[in-house]
């Protein structure tokens, strides 16, 4: 990590010291106009960053996150979009009702995630926020979230709600496949 030294910067010595009336005299202090940055040479110990005071950062190699062929992306369900993705799916269908603000809802989203990818192909996940479809969640009951709700043929078959361990989700989920 680079470091970087901050020193003001101070307006001109030639307006130090001005003369009020009634023949007092006062000292004016330098007028503040911000900070000036200097960088300042470093190297890491494993070498990734190096500067120097003139150069911009440089990276001696490249940080590589590796989960993110593992992460799915599950997509969101809306009022417009139901009917299609949900009720006229020819594979069972696994629905998470969530709310940004749900604590243990964000707990949940990492297993929705790899019960997507265990799944592809014979189930389809989708997540529906609350908060922006409340219709939905009034519709099939829903008064307290996460609730997982698994579809087949446009029915609703089963409901977990809760934070639950994986191995439960995956129980209720083969009994429909």
Request: glycine residues 6%; aromatic residues 6%.
């Amino acid at each position: 990590m680079a470091s970087v030294t901050f020193s003001p910067i101070a307006a001109s010595s030639s307006s130090l010291v001005s003369p009020v009336s009634g023949g007092r005299r006062s000292a004016r202090l330098p007028e503040f106009r911000g900070l000036k940055m200097r960088r300042t040479s470093l190297v890491q110990s494993f070498g990734l960053i190096k500067t120097s005071p003139n150069s911009r950062v440089s990276r001696g190699a490249r940080i590589v996150c590796e989960a993110q062929d593992t992460a799915v992306d599950v997509p969101s369900v809306t009022d417009k979009t139901w009917q299609s993705l949900v009720l006229e799916s020819e594979l069972p269908v696994l629905v998470e009702f969530w709310a940004p603000w749900c604590g243990p809802c964000r707990m949940i989203h990492p297993v929705i995630d790899e019960l997507s990818k265990q799944y592809t192909g014979k189930l389809k996940c989708y997540k529906v926020n609350t908060d922006e479809s409340p219709s939905i969640a009034t519709q099939y009951g829903i008064r307290s979230i996460p609730t997982v709700i698994i579809f087949k043929n446009g029915e609703k078959k089963d409901a977990i709600i809760g934070a639950v361990p994986k191995s439960t989700l995956t129980t209720s989920i083969e009994k429909f496949l």
